[in-house]
């Protein structure tokens, strides 16, 4: 039997209610363009992806002091846990909806 822990039901539930009513933008590279910009509130990261990328989301998320939070999953899991057929490796949160996931998140 699998364990699941409280605050990660919580947070899938959150990030299902985020991917209703709220905006998202998908991908790495697109990620890095709106941190620069600074249209972004948080950026949920796949513990798989690949280092590069990860370090530069990491510098420019801390230069425009926006937080990064990394999931524990794979990129294959954070797809499926968004419903999506594919990997997603960056989840930028642009709005959140009626979401609480920027709370949870910050929590912890």
């Given at each position: 039997m699998?364990k699941?822990s409280e605050?990660?039901?919580s947070f899938?539930?959150?990030l ?6 709220g905006?998202?933008i998908?991908?790495a590279k697109?990620?890095i ?5 600074s249209?972004?509130?948080?950026v949920?990261?796949?513990s798989?992806l ?9 510098h420019?998320?801390k ?11 794979s990129?294959?899991?954070l797809?499926?846990l ?6 997603i ?5 642009i709005?959140?909806g009626?979401?609480?996931i ?7």
């Amino acid at each position: 039997m699998i364990k699941v822990s409280e605050q990660q039901v919580s947070f899938e539930g959150e990030l299902k209610s985020l991917l209703k009513t709220g905006k998202v933008i998908f991908g790495a590279k697109r990620a890095i363009k709106y941190i620069k910009l600074s249209k972004v509130k948080m950026v949920i990261v796949a513990s798989t992806l690949r280092g590069d990328l990860k370090q530069d989301i990491m510098h420019y998320a801390k230069l425009s002091n926006i937080p990064v939070y990394e999931y524990k999953g794979s990129g294959w899991d954070l797809g499926t846990l968004c419903g999506k057929p594919f990997m997603i490796s960056t989840i930028s949160i642009i709005d959140e909806g009626d979401s609480k996931i920027l709370d949870i998140i910050k929590e912890r």
